[in-house]
Every structure is written in structure tokens, then in C-alpha cells.
């Protein structure tokens, strides 16, 4: 009976019911199956299970005993769950609030839906008041609204009850969905939509709204539906924030490019839709950039770049991009020198890659400032004062030392240092 895909290893598992154990495959059909070591588990009539791959297990339900179980994905075994204060008669389906740290499954012939910690600090059965239970199978969680659902096999409905422990049970709305022996349901928080497996005679794969708003059922044209339980739904990543660029302003700089951020998989919804695997395509004033797909890269000139993150899983692939971040060219060229020896002061110019601001400063000089409004040359004034001008006046001649600041804009400021000599008629 396969029930659950495992995204963290690229495999799928599932129970065998009569063969008392679990199984696993990898999902790129590469085959290289095999028995997972359960060794200090339970497995008697293992039914649908659910694997947490931030703690490396899978838990299942033993349906002809009272125990629930785990393994260990690593293969070095597993045990059972402390369940005391707990139902646990007839088990049929788990689910995993890794939140709250617990499991819960449904007591097909205890008529209860209960839950033990996660720490192995015993359980405890919830409270359903206004829901029906009639041989319950499978559970499901919707953290968006604190509920829990379950299917009952024995009156053909759907049910819920708040996962607080108030109550606030009831049955959900299935019209215009087939609902025959319903086994297993897996909730998608973000289409509001709750699926079930009728293993009935018409072996539909059917839905509901979880607004109350009523359903239908799936078109399975082209699959095997036969006493289809506990369905697992398979989504491609979905992104929740784009990628960041990071990085210097300057042509020359590595730029970085962070994952983003993307939903995480809903354990306790039988969701999966985690990326796998991320690529990276880097873009210049919105152009892809040749053979620019790692991680970082090197702007080697001025321009606007940006990354492209692409996430995937076994459903496919979606992408987010990130906002453009400015290389700006900072580079600049000093020209000529033109002295005024009548005044004993200079000009100089300076060629600038684009728009910025000029500053000319050094000792015994006046600091001097220029905005240049686009690409081409500025004018910078160099005049004395102090001790230098003094020095002009009684000699005729002042070595000086001046530093030219060049910051663009938006981009980040460079200097040049240069050594000079005025010169004045005396």
C-alpha cells in the first residue's frame, strides 16, 4: 500500500500490510529498493504512515495491534511510542504536527481520534464533541485554521474537531464529490481543498471545499484507481520570498545570491512540496547572462543585475527573482593640469564614467567641489591657503599633495592621490 513520499531522501516508501514491514524506492526510478530496518519496532498490519525528515523517521500505525511506530530513515532501526492515556484500538493513518510536537491517528474501532508527544511523553485522545465517528481512517491537518479531519469509513462522510482540545466538531459539506468508503485524507491549506480515496465501487480520488462550500471529484483518466487509501499530494515548490543580492557596487565585485525563501513541506497535511534542488540564472538589465548560473558571480563591468532562483522537487520546478542591484563604474581618469601663475592656483580636469560627485582636497588647500551630470569631463579647482599660500608668495613655488574623490551615484566612492606643483610670479 503506498501512502507516503519521502522528499528529504528522494525516495518513496510504503507499508506492506501483509508482509509486516517497510519499503522504500528511489524516486528518479532508478529502482535500488529495499526493506527498511525496523528493528525494535512493531509492524503487524502497518497502515499509513508519514515521515518527519527533520527528525530522520517514519511513523505508521500497526492496525491489528495497539501500538504506534517509528523508524529510523538512516536504517539503524526504530521502536514504539509511548501511548499512555491514549485509544489505540484498530489504528489506521498518522499525522505529524511537528509544531506541536505531536501524532495523531484515528481508532478505526475505537471510534476516537487521538495523540501521543512526539518526546515520548505519553498521549492523550482529543476532543470531537459534534463530530461523527464511524470507523475513522486516516487524519489530516489544516494548520491554517487549527483543525483536524478525518474520513469515516463507516458512514461515508468527512469530520473535523479543533486540535485545541475545545470541541468544535463537524461534518463537512461533500457535495457534488463521491464519497464511497472513504480511507486517508491529505489536505492543500493554500486551494482550501481536503482530498480523499473511496475504495467504494466507483474507486473516485474526490474532494471538498473546506469553506463548506461542497466538492467533486478528480479526473483520473489514464490512472489505476483500485481500492485506492490514503492519498499524498505532491505539489512544486511554492516561494515566499524572492532572493537577495549581495554584494559591492563596484565593476569587479562578487556578487552573491541567496536560496529565498519557500514553503516548507506540511507534514500533518500529507503535503510535500519542499524544493529538492536549486539552480541559478544571473541577469543584466533583465538579459540572462551566459554561463552565469551559480550562486555567485563576478560583475566584471557597470550594469543591473539580478539572479533568478529555480526550486525543484519530484513536481516540478517555479522560480522567484530577486530586485536588480546596481554595479556602478567608479573609475576615473585625472587630465591636465593648467596653472595659473598669476594667481598661484590650478584647474584640473578629471574624466568621470558618469553621473557623481568631485572632491579635491588635501593640506594647505581648500577642499573644492564639483557635481558632474553625466559622463565626460569636470573642472576642479586647486587653490592654496595657509602656510601654502604663504610659501607661494615668499618663494614662487609649493609642492602639494591633493586627493580626488569620485562618488557616483548610487554607487560606491574611489580615490586618487597625486602630487603637484603650483607656481606663482613673484
Known amino acids: 500500500m503506498l501512502s507516503a513520499a519521502a522528499q528529504g531522501s528522494d525516495r518513496v516508501f510504503w507499508a506492506n500490510e501483509a508482509g509486516g514491514n517497510i519499503s522504500f524506492a528511489n524516486l528518479d526510478g532508478s529502482g535500488n529498493g529495499g526493506t527498511l530496518n525496523t528493528t525494535g519496532a512493531t509492524t503487524t498490519l502497518p497502515k499509513g504512515e508519514a515521515i518527519d525528515i527533520a527528525t530522520g523517521k517514519v511513523y505508521w500505525a500497526n492496525e491489528a495491534t495497539t501500538k504506534i511506530s517509528f523508524a529510523n530513515l538512516d536504517g539503524s532501526g526504530g521502536g514504539d511510542l509511548n501511548t499512555t492515556g491514549a485509544t489505540v484500538e484498530g489504528p489506521s493513518g498518522v499525522a505529524i504536527d511537528p509544531a506541536l510536537g505531536k501524532i ?9 481520534i487521538s495523540f501521543a508527544n512526539l518526546n515520548g511523553g505519553g498521549g492523550g485522545n482529543l476532543n470531537t464533541t459534534g463530530a461523527a465517528l464511524n470507523l475513522p481512517v ?16 463507516g458512514n461515508d462522510s ?50 471538498a471545499s473546506l469553506s463548506g462550500s461542497g466538492g467533486g471529484d478528480l479526473a483520473i483518466t489514464g490512472a489505476t484507481s483500485n481500492f485506492a487509501v490514503f492519498p499524498v499530494l505532491l505539489k512544486t515548490p511554492v516561494g515566499t520570498a524572492a532572493p537577495t543580492v549581495s554584494g559591492s557596487n563596484t565593476p569587479g ?16 497535511s500529507s503535503l510535500y512540496r519542499a524544493p529538492r534542488s536549486f539552480s541559478y540564472q544571473w541577469t543584466d538589465n533583465g538579459q540572462p547572462v551566459v554561463g552565469a548560473t551559480s550562486s555567485s558571480f563576478t560583475a566584471s563591468v557597470a550594469g543591473s543585475y539580478g539572479c533568478q532562483v529555480t526550486a525543484e522537487n519530484q513536481a516540478g520546478s517555479s522560480s522567484q527573482a530577486s530586485i536588480s542591484h546596481a ?3 567608479n573609475a ?7 596653472l595659473n601663475k598669476k594667481k598661484g592656483n590650478a584647474k584640473l ?23 558632474a551630470h553625466a559622463a565626460g569631463s569636470s573642472t576642479l579647482s586647486v587653490t592654496p591657503k595657509g602656510k ?39
Open 327 to 329: 554595479v556602478i563604474a
Open 104 to 112: 495523531y491517528w484515528a481508532n478505526s474501532t475505537g471510534n476516537s
Open 138 to 153: 486516516g487524519v489530516a491537518i489544516d494548520p491554517a485554521t487549527g483543525r483536524i479531519y478525518w474520513a469515516n469509513f
Open 349 to 371: 580636469s578629471v574624466a568621470v564614467p558618469g553621473p557623481g560627485a568631485l572632491t579635491l582636497t588635501g593640506k594647505g588647500l581648500k577642499t573644492t567641489n564639483a557635481n
Open 253 to 268: 565585485s562578487i556578487l552573491s545570491c541567496s536560496q529565498g525563501s519557500w514553503a516548507t513541506d506540511l507534514l500533518g
Open 158 to 207: 468527512i469530520a473535523f474537531a479543533n486540535l485545541d482540545g475545545s470541541g468544535g466538531g463537524g461534518g463537512l459539506s461533500t457535495s457534488g464529490a463521491t464519497i464511497s468508503q472513504p480511507q486517508g485524507v491529505a489536505i492543500d491549506p493554500a486551494t482550501g481543498r481536503i482530498y480523499w480515496a473511496n475504495v467504494g465501487s466507483s474507486n473516485a480520488i474526490s474532494f
Open 388 to 426: 601654502t599660500k604663504h610659501k607661494l608668495s615668499a618663494s614662487g613655488k609649493a609642492k602639494v599633495k591633493i586627493t580626488i574623490t569620485f562618488t557616483p551615484t548610487g554607487g560606491i566612492a574611489a580615490s586618487q592621490t597625486k602630487a603637484i606643483t603650483l607656481k606663482k610670479h613673484i
Open 332 to 338: 576615473f581618469t585625472l587630465g591636465k593640469l593648467k
